[in-house]
């Protein structure tokens, strides 16, 4: 078990006696996740398995229901028991996550030791780890970002979000809820973009006036488009 973990679980295991004693002065909180290097994440092979299938549920039952706007993130060890559980800490400071996302962390908090206690999984599980409510934090995070950037006027949002997205090495697709996260061989994302939207085929197209279009088109024909040029589809 390494020193982090270790501290993790110390923590959950100190957050659920004081919860049991009633001696808190405050409710305790799932901790932020801290900058260390991440365990893989449990194959798509191993997540098949009836055993981690049954893991996955009851981890869901605990955190889906609790997490908010937040990822909530399980570490098993060798054993392929929980090891821990932490919050991705929000990458961007303009969102407003039941204050810094203690509401969530505080209603998780109270579970720990049912979470801590699930029997284990099966042995691909070991030395892996599972994020939960993914798509809810990257979409918070995004609006974040664009809520941010409406601030700043109408003028400068299209160039400010578009910054963002480069900053981040991502291509937000939100009429079709995805996101896409630039691999180490992939393409520069204007690249990419041009290179699809050229040789999309369009499902239908709507004209309203004179100036605008509206074109729909198949979103697994986008995501094929771009896996190609070398972006990996994020959700």
Request: with cysteine; aromatic share 8%.
């Amino acid at each position: 078990m390494g020193y982090e973990a270790a501290g993790m679980r110390r923590s959950l295991l100190v957050f659920a006696t004081v919860a049991a004693f009633g001696c808190a002065t405050g409710p305790p909180a799932i901790p932020f996740c801290p900058r260390m290097a991440e365990l893989p994440v449990a194959t798509p092979e191993c997540l098949a398995e009836p055993d981690a299938q049954r893991v996955v549920a009851e981890l869901g039952t605990f955190i889906e229901e609790a997490a908010g706007d937040l990822l909530f993130r399980v570490a098993f060890d060798e054993a392929a028991s929980v090891e821990s559980i932490c919050a991705q800490r929000p990458a961007n400071d303009d969102i407003d996550i039941d204050i810094d996302g203690w509401t969530p962390r505080a209603r998780l908090a109270g579970r720990s030791g049912e979470i801590l206690s699930i029997s284990p999984g099966p042995s691909c599980l070991a030395g892996t780890r599972l994020d939960f409510n993914r798509m809810d934090a990257k979409f918070a995070e995004i609006e974040g970002i664009a809520e941010r950037c409406r601030r700043e006027g109408l003028v400068r949002y299209g160039s400010c979000v578009e910054q963002e997205q480069i900053q981040r090495g991502e291509i937000w697709m939100l009429g079709l809820g995805r996101v896409f996260v630039k691999s180490p061989t992939g393409s520069k994302r204007r690249t990419a973009i041009l290179g699809c939207s050229q040789n999309l085929t369009p499902i239908s197209r709507s004209t309203f006036g004179a100036d605008i279009t509206h074109i729909v088109v198949d979103p697994n024909e986008i995501t094929d488009c771009l896996r190609g040029h070398g972006w990996k589809l994020f959700f």
